[in-house]
């Protein structure tokens, strides 16, 4: 090997280990060489000459050549990927099981980065070869990422695909103890693994605490590793105002429950004085009437028993705040019946669960992709996959002389009324317009309109007074699989496949804001109670918290395993609940960005989630076919004994509500604390 082929095998793994300081100077270096080797050319004295020789033959050192070369070979071999990963990943289970849940998290990192080098360095086939030999590990926490991975064939693919450009560039971040540290060092040091060590200190950055490892039941949010942690941290410093509107009907009612409950106080210390001077004049003589007045007392406490007087129904206390919206003027008829729901309102609490009306669509033939139910149960609505919205008028379902369960699905006539097989008549309107599968409906909080969502990247507004469809929204690019309306109308929020969420105004055709951030689709979305607020939940893995003032994030919230398919606000907006598609439910402290406690139950996708209105429950609705009711007084306070020893909530679900055969697509509390929930019957 001469002395230029050297210089090539040296230049190119200097540029290939990214040493680019070193790279330049072995560069000039070999231009001083080549110089010199001019100025050799002319007649020298015979010691320039000869030192001359010595400097060039110096780099063509066959003992140098022959171990850059060995090094070099070792480099370009793929098998030293599949032997290092694997050695490490037995390493990493046969561990003392103290650290071994700390030294696992190294294990995925590792294994994208052995997969993406592979693939970089056009050793295709043996990647592909080492992705299908370890993809297993880590299907069930990361299967998203795995299933983007798989696209991968080629190096072109690594620059074209954003999500591996992103891995590529970004370190890992991984909490660590200082022990399980030291074990890794020891490990890679001893094993010699330049392989992996080199992937370690490149695309790993760890973070070392002091002390014991963490436990299990602690390491909620470390499985997102990548440095989206740091975004959150900084959004994290930003201040949340997560309290009720001022002046609104909870408000108000709050304080007209207050000054109730202060001229009953008074009341009752004038009676007090009273009965003072009764019970002196009746002596021991009343023993028996004393008696009957207790077991009245005791009946009419007890768990069947009716109070005299209601109690104000009012939310718990929050703080007040402004709203960042101009919000549209609630008629005054409207606001009275609102009112006299919430006085009407049913306490719930762990030994009160709420009624439930649960509407089931049958005959759907797999076509029903979302529903949703107005705020007073009266109507139910169903975006199909032709396309299609129907409305049903629960009133009118009930007058029939047929049957009344939702039928008619395959109908395409627009008439409200129409005629059945058996002469009875279905009550539902049919609404068409869109060109693509509807993916979400909403009702307005007074059920005057409907808006839908839908594959052909448009959102709609109908009118359920005119049976007609009034506006098309167009703004996202891509289909838009989520829209929700705000708690005060008018304003709505929509999230869609371009990675964008956006707020928009009804009598608006752009949108107001477009919120981006998130990685990966946003999936769904949420308004908070006091307006000021949208959450949005992403196949990122993570939730956001916009501000629909500035339109800037936040708070990030990291801690799911995968997609987030419902989000969930607590009355008051203290709180926030979201599920994905493992079947995880988790509460939220708006205000620290902190996961309070997760809720284990669910087997499948949790699609739905619903807070009943004073904030105690919270009920759930899966693809698993079931209902959940959990307590959620009892789950923002967990007991640290409770939650080192694994099974943090299990004893919170309060009870489990199974369908036949029927998935829960939605659920919706009234303001009288009815739960109702819909789905579509899968199975006969």
């Known amino acids: 090997m001469d002395e230029e082929d050297v210089a090539k095998l040296v230049t190119s793994y200097l540029r290939k280990k990214g040493f680019q300081q070193a790279e330049l100077a ?10 010199q080797q001019q100025q050799q050319q002319q007649p020298q004295p015979p010691s320039r000459k000869a030192g001359g020789d010595r400097g060039g033959n110096s780099l063509a050192d066959p003992e140098i050549a022959k171990l850059v070369l060995s090094f070099t070979e070792s480099e370009s071999s793929p098998v030293r990927y599949h032997d290092g990963y694997s050695k490490l990943r037995m390493w990493a289970h046969s561990s003392l099981d103290l650290y071994k849940h700390e030294l696992l998290r190294i294990l ?13 360095q056009g050793h295709i086939q043996e990647a592909r070869t080492f992705f299908n030999s370890f993809r ?14 798989e696209g991968v064939l080629s190096p072109s693919h690594l620059e074209e695909m954003e999500f591996a450009h992103y891995l590529r560039h970004k370190k890992a971040n991984i909490k660590i103890c200082q022990y399980s540290y030291d074990l890794l060092l020891q490990y890679l040091h001893k094993k010699q693994s330049m392989t992996m060590l080199g992937i370690i200190n490149e695309h790993i950055n760890f973070q070392v605490t002091p002390g014991q490892p963490m436990s ?22 930003k201040e949340i105002h997560w309290g009720l509107l001022e002046d609104s009907l909870e408000d108000r009612l709050e ?19 009273e009965s003072d001077d009764i019970k002196k004049r009746s002596g021991e003589g009343g023993k028996q009437s004393t008696s009957v007045k207790k077991s009245k007392k005791d009946k009419g406490t007890g768990p069947a028993g009716k109070n005299m007087r209601p109690e104000p129904n009012v939310v718990s206390v929050a703080p007040r705040v402004k709203p960042e919206l101009a919000l549209p003027v609630m008629p005054i008829e409207v606001e009275q019946s609102i009112l006299e729901d919430l006085r009407n309102r049913v306490q719930l609490n762990n030994s009160a669960l709420p009624s439930v009306s649960f509407y089931t669509f049958i005959n759907t033939h797999n076509s029903l992709n979302c529903s949703s139910i ?11 996959s032709d396309s299609s919205l129907k409305v049903w008028d629960m009133a009118k379902l009930g007058q029939q002389s047929g049957t009344s369960m939702l039928q008619g699905e395959n109908d395409t006539t627009n008439s409200e009324q129409v005629v059945g097989p058996n002469g ?14 509807i993916h979400s409906a909403t009702f307005s909080p007074l059920g005057d309109f409907i808006l839908t969502s839908s594959a052909d990247s448009t959102i709609r507004l109908w009118s359920t007074k005119l049976n007609a469809n009034l506006v098309c929204y167009k703004g996202h690019n891509y289909p838009v699989w989520d829209v929700q309306f705000s708690p005060a109308g008018h304003y709505f929020a929509s999230s869609s496949h371009d990675r964008t969420a956006r707020l928009w105004s009804m009598d608006r055709i752009q949108p107001l804001r477009i919120m981006a951030g998130h990685l990966s689709d946003v999936d769904c979305v949420q308004w908070h109670p006091n307006c000021n607020y949208i959450a949005t939940g992403s196949s990122d893995k993570t939730v956001r918290l916009w501000d629909v003032a500035s339109g800037e994030c936040v708070r990030i919230f990291i801690g799911h395993r995968s997609m987030i398919l419902s989000v969930a606000m607590s009355p008051e907006g203290r709180y926030m609940a979201s599920g994905d598609e493992d079947g995880t439910i988790m509460m939220w402290d708006l205000s620290s960005g902190r996961c309070i406690t997760p809720l284990m139950g669910h087997t499948s996708c949790v699609w739905t989630l619903a807070y009943s209105c004073e904030g105690t429950l919270l009920a759930s609705g899966s693809a698993d076919c079931t209902l959940k009711l959990w307590d959620v007084t009892t789950s923002a306070k967990v007991p640290r004994t409770e939650e080192k020893s694994g099974n943090t909530s299990r004893l919170r679900s309060l009870k489990t509500l199974p369908t036949k055969s029927t998935p829960v697509y939605t659920l919706q509390f009234s303001r009288r604390n009815l739960l109702f929930a819909a789905g579509a019957l899968s199975k006969v």
């Open 374 to 384: 107005s705020q007073d149960g009266s109507l139910v609505a169903g975006g199909f």
């Open 26 to 35: 072995f560069q000039e270096e070999l231009q001083q060489r080549q110089q």
């Open 216 to 237: 299990i039941s602690e390491d909620v949010g470390v499985e997102m590793m990548f440095p989206i942690e740091d975004a959150a941290n900084q959004a994290s410093h």
């Open 136 to 149: 297993d590990d880590h299907v069930m926490m990361h299967s998203a990422d795995l299933l983007k991975l």
């Open 424 to 437: 009875g008549r279905r009550s539902y309107t049919l609404f068409q317009g869109h060109s693509g599968p």
């Open 255 to 273: 304080k007209a429950g207050n000054s109730l409950l202060e001229s009953e106080k008074a009341d009752g210390e004038t009676k007090e004085g």
């Open 108 to 120: 995925y990192p590792v294994f994208i980065h052995c997969f993406m080098d592979l693939v970089a």
